[in-house]
Nanobody, 124 residues
Framework: QVQLVESGGGLVQAGGSLTLSCAAS????????MAWFRQAPGKERDFVAA????????NYADSVKSRFTISRDNGKNRGSLQMNSLKPEDTAVYFC????WGDGSWSVKVYNYWGQGTQVTVSS
């Protein structure tokens, strides 16, 4: 199995940028798809972006298309989420998730491995 640790969250003004990282350990990261979800207080955990195990497929929520970019570096066992043009409504705890041999699904149900989350706060 794989362990995931997110980093890179913080406080940023609207219009700014942040890059989140997801460090994987414990098993070959290259055999897992990776996704980012987010959860605001009192709300469900929502899909943000995903990338397949081989990087061939990416998938984005409509609300972040053209602003966020997901990527992975299997050699470094790390994935990233570049977030540009941030909005106050992007404020949430962001979670990294992984699924073995996944194709980059948007569904929270298919991911078996989760990080602890990192807080992103966007001020207006």
């Amino acid at each position: 199995q794989v362990q995931l640790v997110e980093s890179g969250g913080g406080l940023v003004q609207a219009g700014g940028s942040l890059t989140l990282s997801c460090a994987a350990s414990g098993h070959s990261f290259s055999t897992y798809s990776m996704a980012w979800f987010r959860q605001a207080p009192g709300k469900e955990r929502d899909f943000v972006a995903a990338i397949s195990w081989n990087g061939a497929n990416t998938n984005y929520a409509d609300s972040v298309k053209s602003r966020f970019t997901i990527s992975r570096d299997n050699g470094k066992n790390r994935g990233s989420l570049q977030m540009n043009s941030l909005k106050p409504e992007d404020t949430a705890v962001y979670f990294c998730a992984a699924e073995v041999w996944g194709d980059g699904s948007w569904s929270v149900k298919v991911y078996n491995y989760w990080g602890q989350g990192t807080q992103v706060t966007v001020s207006s």
